[in-house]
């Protein structure tokens, strides 16, 4: 049987973020956490990339029109951004992983 706490969609966190707000969280991300993998999505329709992008290469990416998801573990939790550019400046939608990594699956 399935409890309520198996079928709880984990909590969401979306804001727009500033050029600034954006480099500062770029920057934590390096310092402060693990990062496991960087994927770029070029196109609405196309899979993900994970071919090795690096941190440094998300503003052009951005800049691009391309999303970008980052995938990193910080005090023991795993979390996922997704970074979306829009006109008043790059999206970003944070989730964070209970139970199995979003890779595993």
Sequence with gaps: MTTDDE???PDLQDAVLTPDVLSSLLNDVEQCTE???????ARAH???SASQPRLS???AHLGAGHA???HYR???QQWMD???PVADGVR???VQFRGASPSSS
Excluded: F, W
């Excluded at 990062?35 to 999505?41: M, Q, S, T, Y």
């Design 7 to 9: 079928l709880a969609l």
């Design 35 to 41: 990062l496991l993998e960087v994927r770029i999505k």
């Design 46 to 48: 196309a899979h993900s």
């Design 57 to 59: 290469d998300v503003p």
């Design 68 to 70: 970008v998801q980052l």
């Design 74 to 76: 910080h005090n023991g």
């Design 82 to 84: 997704t970074l979306l």
């Design 92 to 94: 970003l939608v944070r």
